[in-house]
């Protein structure tokens, strides 16, 4: 059987003008200037087939080439290299809202929509209160389309996509946007589809929804096909490698050994300067340094710190803070009962706080560290929120950090044999 | 394929229809302007042309001049217009796959559909106060409504294609109607005195010859066709040369430009 969608050796390249040298007095006085650019390859050799009945989900992270593969499967952009075979009509739904024209009505817009998606005016008018129902808009249908929330808008423009009688459908990024009633909606629609037969190819970011409908996923990262395979398999690949990006764009950010200020806030590291933080670094149960930590395993905060001229009362703290700021815990070497002795001038010192099992769930994090002096709270340095680590957990937990109950259950006494209620009264 | 081909003609069909709608939405006279417009410039020429320098001669001149003006108004708009009709509807070409000419036909389509009223109403008008001169070679006037309208098509698709890169054409070619104004016949005809000596260039201009031409069929026959004005054969063909050549380049670069539309915008 052949498949719905054949994709063969496809890539796309563009060039982005350095310069945008598109008008024409640049082009009579510069006649031989050829026009610098600067090639970018947003998708490299993909291949893959989509048998016909087929649900793929697409998923990646912003800018790796899904939304660009989507637009070349619906024939909006011409692959550089690379062929791509679509056998059956197809039903393009992409971005947000599907070119409406704000100055029209919602009635007169879903009939030049629907006209773009080969439906004749006949079809439109028997299937138009499907249309405005499903999208909720009875209210609205003869108001123009520039009074509707990008909402609204959104679920219009898919209403009228859904009716096209295609075989293949292409959506990007539908869930993004509406309410959780019209989630459902969409995600009826989707069933409805998939009992149907058709191919439908989603982009998303909702790994919910692609473990649940899709026959298949599809992770592409900076313009390649990293996995293709079975969804479950591709989402927590495509977790995994989330957790790991984000480790690169660390806030704390170390240059030759050192912890770099956050350049956007010089507030981040202040202090008098005697003791100062060299690096920190996490460290995971391997003992490998590292900024992904998996709830329930170790962590270990290693601090090197070099003295400037001797102090004789050193307090090391730390704390730890939700991404937004809010602190969620702190202890020092005062509270902890450890004392810390410092070394002479020109030495070093190394300290490590030891988490035997992290408690904390599932989302970034940051620490702070600070050394000062217990007496008068004097900072000798302090770095506020400046290393961001994640932990990663799949149990399903909610929440910040691990309750560490432990339930048991055993046979209850039958309610009768209870003093009841109105025999106490 | 004629399944694809009604597709098409559906979505041309709907977006003229949108775009008539758009062009006079919300304006209390609506309609009415597309008849406004051109006889206001009929009103001013006709002082200057007939009353004030009475450079205007010839059988039924006032018929003459309205036709002129109504042919123009339709040239000048419909290519002022489509211009900018890839690049406005870029949401649309970013979003959806179909033939991108499609977008320009329309536009001029919405524009045809208002100008064949306006030549209705203007030959309504004439026939009432008796300036028209209607016989069987009238019918030639619908070979010249063609020809116009191919180079209307051909003007379209080339400015509007290049337009998506080089957003100085709009400008230049505004400037270029403007400057065509004088030179298209409209408001004196080519077998008048003031243009004896430059009528083997003015004729060359497919406006002129169009113009011209439509007059000798329905206005008066005292309007030569150009053809007999131009006298050499080779000379006759250039304005309906250059009325393919328009088509042609137009088709050739729009085709050209077209993959990369969705990636420019």
């Known amino acids: ?425 | 394929m004629s399944a694809a081909l009604a597709r098409n003609v559906n979505l041309t069909r709907e977006l003229a229809l949108t775009q008539f709608k758009l062009k006079y939405a919300g304006s209390a006279l609506g309609y009415v302007w597309s008849l406004v417009k051109p006889m206001m410039l009929f009103g001013v020429l006709y002082v200057i042309f007939e009353r004030l320098m009475h450079t205007g001669t010839g059988e039924n001149f006032p018929m003459q001049l309205l036709l002129g003006i109504v042919v123009w108004t339709f040239f000048a708009e419909t290519t002022g217009a489509a211009v900018s009709v890839v690049a406005s509807n870029g949401s649309l070409i970013k979003k959806a796959s179909f033939p991108r000419p499609i977008l320009v036909i329309a536009a001029t389509v919405a524009s045809s559909m208002s100008f064949l009223i306006n030549v209705v109403l203007v030959m309504v008008v004439g026939i009432a106060f008796q300036q028209m001169q209607l016989g069987w070679h009238s019918l030639l006037a619908i070979p010249l409504l063609v020809e116009l309208y191919v180079l209307v098509i051909g003007l379209s698709l080339f400015l509007s294609a290049l337009f998506v890169f080089y957003r100085d054409l709009g400008h230049i070619w505004e400037i270029s109607v403007q400057m065509l104004f004088w030179g298209s016949a409209i408001f004196f005809t080519l077998s008048g005195p003031t243009v004896a000596k430059y009528v083997k260039i003015i004729g060359l201009n497919p406006m002129a010859q169009i113009i011209e031409d439509l007059r000798h069929a329905l206005v008066t026959t005292t309007v030569p066709w150009t053809a007999s004005l131009l006298e050499d054969q080779w000379l006759i063909i250039v304005p309906f040369a250059l009325v393919g050549i328009s088509l042609a380049l137009g088709m050739f670069v729009f085709r050209r430009l077209e993959p990369r539309f969705a990636e420019y915008l």
Not at chain 1, 142 to 163: M, P
Not at chain 1, 188 to 216: N, P, S, W
Not at chain 1, 320 to 335: E, M, Q, S, V
């Open chain 1, 1 to 425: 059987m052949t498949p719905a969608i054949s994709v063969a050796s496809v890539s796309k390249r563009f060039r982005v003008p350095l310069d945008r040298s598109n008008t024409l007095k640049y082009r009579m006085v510069h006649p031989r200037s050829t026009s610098k650019y600067q090639d970018f390859f947003a998708l490299q050799d993909i291949n893959f087939d989509i048998p016909a009945g087929e649900f793929t989900g697409i998923v990646g992270h912003n800018g790796c080439g899904k939304s660009t593969l989507l637009k070349i499967l619906a024939g909006i952009y011409k692959p550089t290299s690379g062929s791509v075979t679509i056998n059956g009509p197809v039903s393009p739904f992409l971005e947000l809202g599907v070119g409406f024209n704000p100055e029209l009505t919602a009635r007169e817009n879903v009939f030049v929509n629907g006209a773009v998606l080969g439906l004749t005016r006949g079809e439109l008018t028997r299937r138009f209160d499907d249309i405005i129902g499903f999208a909720g808009l009875e209210e609205k249908v003869d108001q123009k389309v520039k009074t509707f929330s990008s909402g609204q808008e959104v679920r219009l423009a898919f209403s009228v996509a859904i009716q096209a009688n295609a075989d293949i459908l292409l959506m990007d990024e539908v869930l993004a946007v509406g309410d959780a009633q019209f989630q459902a909606k969409c995600f009826d629609i989707f069933a409805q589809h998939k009992r149907a037969g058709k191919t439908v190819v989603l982009v998303t970011h909702d790994l919910g929804a692609v473990e649940q409908y899709c026959d298949r996923a599809i992770l592409l990262d900076h313009g390649h096909i990293i996995n293709d395979g079975a969804p479950g398999e591709v989402t927590a690949h495509y977790r995994r490698m989330v957790g790991e990006a984000s480790d690169a764009a660390a806030l704390a950010i170390k240059h030759g050994g050192r912890i770099a200020l956050d350049p956007a806030n010089p507030e981040s590291r202040w202090g008098s300067g005697e003791v100062r933080v060299r690096d920190v670094t996490l460290v995971n149960d391997s003992g490998e340094e590292h900024h992904t930590f998996t709830s329930g395993h170790p962590m270990t905060v290693a601090v090197n710190v070099d003295v400037a001229s001797q102090v004789n009362d050193l307090i090391c703290g730390i704390s730890l803070h939700r991404a937004d700021g809010y602190t969620l815990a702190g202890t020092n070497t005062f509270i902890c009962k450890v004392p810390v002795k410092c070394p002479p001038a020109g030495q070093a010192m190394h300290l490590e706080y030891v988490i035997p099992e992290l408690t904390l769930l599932g989302g970034s994090y940051r620490l702070s560290i600070g050394l000062s002096s217990g007496a008068d709270a004097h900072h000798y340095d302090k770095l506020d929120q400046l290393v961001e680590f994640r932990v990663v957990d799949e149990s399903g937990r909610i929440g910040v950090f691990e309750l560490g109950g432990a339930w048991t259950i055993s046979a209850g006494k039958p309610a009768a044999a209870l003093p009841s209620a109105e025999a106490t009264a």
